[in-house]
């Protein structure tokens, strides 16, 4: 059994995923790079060996359920514990919204949602044994309700995003119900789990539409992974702070 915090971030073989396991090795974490084609992951995590930091490659597919169990009897054999998890893989369906059928949604809330269960589900023994469990799940600006409900916001605005803005406002309510179980479970009152808003950020997901950097994005994500004893639980932060919901 390792001694390092022990991070495993899904979707990193590029992007913000990439950036947080970057910014979390230089903190002397151990992260567990995962993506779901192992070439691509293991590139990844070879550029960031390069670099000097700890990453290791893991596959992994968030909506298979099967793969998702059998990383977790991974990590139970190798680590004991998992220290962070950082629900970052994701989905987008760019469908103008009065086109949008129910198999769109379905498919963008089973990665952006279901898959996001699964993987902590599977994990939470495992955070369970850490002394500081920590959980981002990555959300979006466009999730909040009081953003998008002003007509003439630019969130309200991105008419092609109804799956993606749907999945992740359903991943905060997520995030708030996990966080008050925690709360009032006896062995579970360490965990802290919050959602990120890391920003309208420069990655393949928004066509590079953004002058806000990855690494910028990842700042918010890599602060709530790394949230000291005392540091929020449930709640949806930006650089800024709180999100209004």
Do not use: C
């Not at 708030?176 to 789990?193: N, S, W």
């Amino acid at each position: 059994m390792v001694s390092s915090t022990v991070a495993l971030v899904t979707g990193a073989n590029k992007g913000l995923g990439f950036e947080t396991a970057r910014q979390l090795g230089q903190r002397g974490v151990a992260v567990l790079l995962g993506s779901r084609d192992p070439g691509r992951g293991e590139a990844a995590a070879a550029a960031l060996r390069e670099e000097g930091l700890d990453v290791t490659a893991v596959t992994l597919d968030v909506t298979d359920a099967a793969a998702v169990r059998a990383l977790a009897d991974r990590l139970r054999a190798e680590h004991g514990r998992l220290d962070i998890l950082v629900n970052n893989a994701g989905s987008i369906d760019e469908t103008p919204i009065l086109d949008v059928s129910a198999e769109q949604m379905r498919r963008t809330f089973e990665t952006n949602v279901f898959a996001v269960t699964e993987v902590t589900h599977a994990m939470l023994p495992l955070l369970r044994a850490s002394t500081a469990g920590r959980i981002v799940n990555v959300a979006s600006t466009t999730a909040s309700f009081a953003l998008t409900g002003e007509i003439d916001s630019p969130y309200a605005a991105a008419e092609h995003i109804l799956p993606y803005s749907s999945s992740k406002a359903a991943l905060n309510m997520v995030t708030v119900r996990y966080a008050q179980a925690f709360h009032r479970t006896p062995g579970y009152e360490h965990l802290k789990i919050n959602s990120a808003s890391p920003g309208h950020v420069a990655t393949d997901l928004t066509h590079h539409g953004s002058s806000r950097t990855a690494a910028e994005g990842a700042r918010i994500i890599v602060h709530l992974a790394t949230l000291p004893a005392d540091g929020p639980s449930g709640g949806y932060l930006s650089d800024a702070g709180q999100q209004p919901w």
